[in-house]
């Protein structure tokens, strides 16, 4: 690990992040899953918007964009159709992502273009205050819902399979090797894959809703997370309360920025 740290990460202690966090875990794998890889640094960006997730691009040791919120995306977008030949991965939060990025995100999926979105979920709005975000679950409470959420959460992966995502995959911070796993094989899917990374907030959401502290977090993301192979064998009933985590979704589809080039030659063709 310490060869890791040497090579990917930019010598920015201390960092922001609250004891317990679980986003360290999340950017550790991220970094696991490159080095397995091989991936040239010097042809792989991460972009980030803004948000306690957002702020592990400003650790890591590549070309990096901490965007603006809810604009990871459009950023990520642009530098991959400049260059296609990038490694173009974007690190995002449930709030940046699905709140105020949430049409970019759609949008992102539909178009099936060639970027690697790693969401940090940990269920709330941290670094601004603990404020709910679409991911927080229902009833649960939050300095903008003191007395319970109302709305029902969004299911992103669901939301990304819908939207036209071609790999759709989740992990926890507890699962951390399968973390690692599940990015690398979106990292190589050749379109849009999602990987939601299901994170502890101890500070934020585990406190206002009693949840224990962070190693209490951690037993309940093991407790709830059932693999994808295990939940086929599994009827409703068990799997009330529970997630899957894995690959939940992989397809093929054409990828934007080769049917971009497409429409490119086309007009070099019809200009002669």
């Excluded at 040239?40 to 592990?56: E, L």
């Excluded at 229902?138 to 109302?150: Q, V």
């Excluded at 599940?182 to 500070?203: M, N, R, W, Y």
Aim: aromatic share 6%.
């Amino acid at each position: 690990m310490e060869k890791l740290i040497e090579k990917y990460y930019r010598p920015r202690l201390p960092h922001i992040w609250c004891p317990g966090c679980g986003n360290g875990i999340v950017t550790s794998s991220i970094i696991k899953a490159i080095d397995k890889l091989g991936l040239d640094q010097d042809k792989t960006v991460i972009v980030s918007g803004i948000g306690c997730s957002s702020r592990a691009s400003g650790y890591l040791n590549f070309d990096t964009v901490h965007s603006l919120h809810g604009r990871a995306l459009p950023v990520a977008t642009g530098i991959k159709l400049a260059d296609p030949e990038l490694n173009v991965i974007v690190i995002t939060g449930d709030g940046d992502g699905t709140a105020i990025g949430g049409n970019h995100f759609i949008h992102t999926a539909r178009r099936n273009i060639n970027l690697t979105v790693i969401l940090f979920n940990n269920n709330i709005y941290g670094m601004t205050g603990g404020q709910y975000s679409p991911l927080t679950p229902t009833d649960s409470k939050a300095t903008t819902a003191p007395y319970g959420t109302l709305e029902r959460a969004f299911d992103i992966a669901e939301l990304a399979k819908a939207a036209g995502a071609t790999y759709v995959a989740r992990g926890t911070a507890f699962h951390a090797n399968m973390l690692v796993d599940v990015i690398a094989k979106g990292i190589s899917h050749d379109g849009f894959s999602l990987i939601e990374a299901v994170t502890q907030c101890p500070i934020y959401f585990g406190r206002q809703n009693k949840k224990g502290d962070a190693s209490a977090m951690l037993k309940t993301q093991r407790d709830n997370a059932v693999t994808v192979e295990a939940a086929k064998k599994l009827s409703p009933e068990q799997l009330e309360g529970k997630f899957k985590i894995g690959v939940l979704h992989q397809s093929e589809a054409p990828e934007y920025t080769k049917q971009y080039q497409g429409i490119i030659d086309r007009a070099q063709k019809g200009a002669k």
